[in-house]
């Protein structure tokens, strides 16, 4: 259970620490932050409100701790990382419950989002044993004018201190990917989970710190982003960022610094259906890639462009598919589960009135209890509405008819999002075709938009983020480069 | 015109001369060969038979020639092959002369080999450029156990000589594929032309020497394969066979001692086509890859497996395809030309002979006349039919009619054979299911088997061949492994 | 001469004109920018001052050339440029004249600066077209649970319009770098050049323009940094940023918005001499590291940190060969030429008054003409000096005696800049521990610093920079990724 | 013990078993080979004498099994060979056994080697994920002429049956080298163990049965070479050959058919040093270079080529070092054990007697007791000794004075080896220099030749070897390039 056996030491009375020097520590503010239970509506847990001299700490020895850290050879800071991840797995049943409880994730996902998590650690490890460990050598007389009088040796080095805030739907496995590349690429690693979702969080960072890594090289600082978000963002120790979120993203883009930045932000991702689409392999297809985790997901499904003259038989099927979700609680690992706060639940709700009110087709009746939302598909969504547009993230799908291809790219591209897109068609020509004229990070043929596998590369265009994730792509982004440059005094050449 | 201008010094009297220590010369050995044109069926040209001492000559030559030229600066060594591509390309006329008179390519087709060999040469010089100029650089903390105290510089490194025989059929165009990537890498390059087809490649040899390579870097020895030919393939001055042409490619193998040997012999690519293929598409486009240059392509089309359903309708428009190709002399441009000897055309009349012995349906009427073989479409051909299996190169096709995609799949991996193969098909799945399913170095999705564009990979499966062609894989292939291992007296860790 | 000729058209009467859709314009401001000759202190030239709407008007036209532009062939992108690179080498005299006018660069480098530019072109045209045409190819069963049922298919694609900020050092060679990789990856680049060389770098455009490129593909601004600086490098529709310059860099990076970045800013590169170095060598090695072009290089040497014992020696062997550099104009090809501006010249002064107020030894008498400052030598500088920290950028280098090895490290890693050191030893040992322990962008052993050969790796840490250059680096840069995933219905595997 | 406890099924009464078909099986044949302990001189087991049918079979399983395993994910194979890394390590006590009976490596030693081989097996199975799920991805734009219409993805796939042959020196270590890369690949595996470490190979054989591979998938012969050694390596089923041994190698590279070989043969590895060297720290490097398992290893120092003016210090203070070393058998951890056979004392014995009668220096007595023979430093040794040349493989080591690095280089060059080289200087430009002009496939720089660590590359010129090893060289070496090349009906270009 959560915050007890190995993970007793995290918890204070009712309170959970924070991580700094390698120890669990209660905040000096003597403030905490409450965590709702998304279905129950109650506090759940409670996690310190840090202070900024605590963020300061905490980036001081993350600082300090790094350049050993980088002093550590590769296949020993593999060794962690994979300790780290059998920890992990070895503890998955109080992590995925605090994902129940937190954001009311459904308790099979839960576990799954915790095992993944491992897994992805232990893939990260031996990745950058290989990418970190090989340069390039280069030498002087590939250009013009030059002899082969200088050797070039060019590594890879770690930026510093790595800041990472993952985003509440899936607050460890996106925290992990950000985790893991950043430590075996040398980096030390400030974590800043989300409100919910923290407590998996610092059980998460609890499994790291069994592992044994080094005192101060992992900090984990929670608490109120409008008092501690900024400070951190900004904050001049800090030598990269990566973030998972929506629009604050851009906002800490605008005010950060001279580092690299990774923001995967949101997306409204489109699924364009033509007519020699096989229905009944898309439907359910379809509805998994929308209304799985209530559609709290990036890479859900976000609006459907389907041809006009198979648009009934696609929309009879999907709602068959979606009758046969459940709806409840994530204990009961229901399909639909409540949405992660009230304000959500709200904003969801907003969506879906324009929509009615300027003609939607209600596939089903709307429901709501609590942050509870009973799933729905809207047909005939316009333009002109808000929801072929915005992202409700919540189990709401639009379904918008088109006449031609050319229709749904458009509108495809027209968003100011371009995180993933699909098509479905059968046809080899223009299933490439119309990936290639999609503009969006990641083009899914025949399939619902999807992160993983998580060595493949994950990126958006436009508002959706910038930099490229991914766990080969995120390693490289958490490195720089540097070059040692032998100069001889003659041209000298290998002979053999 | 051959042997004028600034070829007149390649020429003595009535004798092309050979190339050794970077001149013209005669053979001592007082011999000539006769290349015999296939369309008068007249020696059109002669060539010096060179003896063992010359190729001696050349050999020594060359092994002294290429430890200079390994320790010039790559862009100069870029720079002399794009000077000897554009002397190629400014002498098209003369050389692609040669190709009409001695192999009977049509006369456009010729003029586009020389200037496709010019882009070659080109494209490969800033390839390799880019190959040997940039190694790796390994740090030893990668391994279990290893602190990072050893620093590992790997280079690409040239063999030495490279002995590059092409064929009759391309014979600049598959020169130069070896010549520019093994001159490029560092390696010294002894040439042995085919037969048919000498002539040219002492033209196109001379628009290297013309460009300023060094003295005996590179050498050019004709005469009879029967007196050298063993000779020079088991020459110990060897270090790299560069091989294309039939069987004679598996009987060298077998010889050579070790070395590195790319060898692209036959093929009997197959195309299979399903019900759902454009048939208006498809037959065109299997006629041009099944008797462009009349057959005489590793990579024609070879046998069409055909879905019994669609087969008359295939084998209908495939006629009417085959109805408009010209018959006649190179010289006119004509699709269908004498095929390059006597004893080719009698060996493609035996496959036509057994395969109307056997019951296979002729679409077309036979016709010989001479050397000059009118194209044929051999329907309802049976895997006893030695057509089945045996490569003409000629101007005849066969098709076999399939129940099955198994089936065609089964035929394509039951061949010795294993270039290339195609499939037709419109949907994505199948296409990328059978692709993957054909045992060939390489398979077509909705077109023709073709060796370019040239930077492709090109490789031949079984008794098709060994190695990767393409320029890229070429320079790797004419390179080896070197290291150099800094050993410091205490770990390093690059900061920054 | 600069502004007839070919070059006739890109001049209005006395004001050079700003190019734009493919023409040359004249600004609606009606206004215009001196060019100040820094020999003469005379105005020597004058460009447009440009408004915000011919902003948005280049920006415009830059967007909507992209796209076009993206769908061109790699090599008939890479012919273009090709093109472009020889009209520039035609055209070197007038080119190179400007550089001598505006910004008093010695004749003989400025036309070095423009050949080598060329140069860089062609480099880039041939490396883009292997970066850009060459993608990944990834299957899904790398990662644990999943089968080979998902090809991803990763591309390169261009960002969009790529805003171009070279620095008045290198205008013509620090323009092309990054437009020449903008151009190859599909991007349109808009160039907004320094005052001091901005002229050189209309010549240099113009060049591109009689290549042929697109109309609005290439746009060039000129103006007041101060009016249109923000709006440039704030607008909307810039999609990188690529800047070579001083601590502007470091402001623009914080508004610009999530964009790539790629800021090469200024650099104090530290030269460490060790007791077993070869002086003989080093000090002339130093003497022009550290004055060619009066010191105006960010990789010019900024400090000397020699072992104690050896310095007097060093000290008269670097004066020795500071006695033989010439002083003078830029026309007669002296090493010493005037500075820049007139508030370049004060700000040396000011860092040398310093330095002369708290006790360094003068190797020369300082001695200043107007811009024209004499190269000047400071010995026996300590680290409260601000010579110690700050970049004169002009003919004034200190020399730092140390005591340790580690003094020497820790002087060159307690410096906001990163750009490059250098250390000079023969011991292989202790070069290689030494430049790990140098945390700079790059160190040299054994020689000056130096920005190239072009295709190096180039880049600055801390203050210095963001990102790495060199050809392929900012290829690269200029690139995003976009993956294609094919989901095939079963799991397929790769035959042959 | 060996033969006991999980390995009780893998001995037969006395006679150790074969394994075929998953099984492990007692030879048809009735007879068996006996291996002879080096220290005793008497037989220590028994292994099968395997016949050609018996050879047969397991050919023709791995073949069977090699289409199935290829069909395998990545990650289920990397997971069995880490299964059979942690086995070989579990039980590396009776396998080091093995290795002290049946080749006389001394205790620590012999377990190191298992150990060792695990770390490889391991790291091999994460380098394989990696290479075999990465292809390339190409465009046709690249070449002249060419739109993007063309998409190529190339893929590695596996060769089929690869035959593994290690020597007895490192029979565990060598044997996993080839294994592990050919099943990572999705290769089949049939290993031919050396007569001396047979029983160690069946061991380590067990440990991948236990893993739980296919059935057939892996087989392991033994028997006489001159019965069944041409029939493997000539075998029509053998789709690659990876040989380490001696110049039976060249034999089998001349007899092999169109088929990759990967070589490893004989090595006579010089170390050149010079004046500047710290003579303190070559002296014990070198030793331990030479003598290390009494010289019999591939990298052993085989030659020192000395400057003459250091070459008295030098002899001095490793003629100290010898005298460190323990003579004895290797149950008691003796740096000197008897060699492996008594024809290999014999030879020993032959090339210290040659160099006596030609006047070498002995530095010690030279003593021999049945296979074991003191180790024996021979100085003033000239070229016209055999043991200039000639590999002893034993403790015997040669000092040739030399009075120029040139004359040391040529010495190098002039052997028909090309293994590795080192050269001891302090002095960088010399160290790079000198390793630049040694033609040897590795030089070390101030250390001893060494194969690892295991990634990086290793290979041999000239006599010495063809193909490189090392983990990722291997793994790349035992697959074969595909292409699937999809041919789209218009060009198209991939936008975002």
Chains 1, 2, 3, 4 share one sequence.
Not at 75 to 82: D, P, S, V, Y
Request: aromatic share 6%; glycine share 8%; hydrophobic share 40%.
């Amino acid at each position: 259970m959560a915050g007890t056996g190995v993970f007793a030491e995290i918890i204070d009375e009712e309170v959970f620490k924070y991580y700094s020097e390698g120890e669990w520590m209660k905040s000096s503010s003597g403030k905490s932050v409450a965590i709702i239970n998304p279905t129950t509506r109650k506090t759940q847990y409670k996690v310190q409100a840090c202070t900024k001299e605590e963020v300061n700490k905490v980036m001081g020895n993350a600082k300090g701790a790094q350049k050993e850290w980088a002093k550590t050879p590769l296949w020993k800071r593999a060794e962690l990382l994979h300790k780290a991840a059998a920890i992990l797995k070895e503890h998955k049943d109080p992590i995925a419950e605090c994902l129940v409880k937190e954001i009311a994730k459904p308790a099979k996902d839960a576990i799954s989002e915790v095992v993944r998590s491992g897994d992805l650690v232990s893939y990260c490890a031996e990745e950058g044993v290989r990418i970190l460990g090989e340069g390039k050598f280069l030498t002087a007389d590939s250009f013009p004018g030059h002899e082969r009088n200088k050797y070039c040796l060019v590594s890879k080095i770690p930026l510093g201190v790595v800041l990472a805030i993952p985003p509440f739907n899936y607050p460890v496995n996106l925290a992990v990917s950000k985790i893991a590349p950043a430590l075996i690429a040398g980096n030390s690693l400030v974590l800043k989970p989300p409100t919910q979702g923290a407590v998996a969080c610092l059980h998460m960072v609890h499994c790291f710190h069994l592992a044994g890594f080094p005192k101060g090289l992992i900090g984990c600082i929670t608490g109120k982003g409008s008092e501690i978000g900024d400070f951190l963002t900004m904050h001049p120790g800090v030598k990269c960022i990566s973030f998972t979120g929506g629009d604050t993203g851009i906002a800490i883009s605008k005010k950060a610094g001279m580092i690299p930045l990774q923001m995967e932000l949101g997306g409204k991702d489109a699924c364009i259906v033509l007519e020699d689409a096989d229905l009944d392999q898309v439907a359910p297809n379809i509805v998994k890639g929308g209304f799985s985790y209530s559609g709290q997901r990036c890479t859900a499904v976000k609006v459907v462009l389907v041809m006009d003259c198979i648009a009934d038989a696609l929309v009879e099927k999907m709602k068959a598919s979606i009758a046969k979700l459940t709806v409840g609680p994530p204990e009961d690992d229901c399909d639909i589960t409540p949405v992660v706060t009230e304000s959500s639940a709200n904003y969801i709700e907003e969506l879906v009135v324009d929509a009615r009110k300027k003609g939607a087709t209600f596939c089903q009746e709307y429901r709501r209890e609590s942050n509870l939302i009973w799933p729905l598909l809207l047909d005939n969504v316009r333009p002109d509405m808000r929801i072929a547009w915005e992202e409700p993230f919540g189990p709401v799908l639009p379904v918008i008819r088109i006449n031609s291809v050319e229709e749904g790219i458009h509108h495809c591209n027209a968003s100011n999002f371009g995180l993933q897109g699909c098509v479905f068609t059968k046809d080899i020509d223009k299933a490439i075709l119309i990936s290639d004229a999609m503009e969006t990070g990641t083009v899914q043929i025949n399939s619902a938009p999807a992160r993983g596998p998580d060595h493949f590369p994950f990126q958006g265009l436009r508002d959706s983020g910038i930099g490229s994730q991914g766990i080969t792509n995120s390693i490289n982004m958490m490195t720089k480069v540097k070059s040692t440059v032998i100069n001889l005094p003659t041209p000298s050449y290998t002979m053999g």
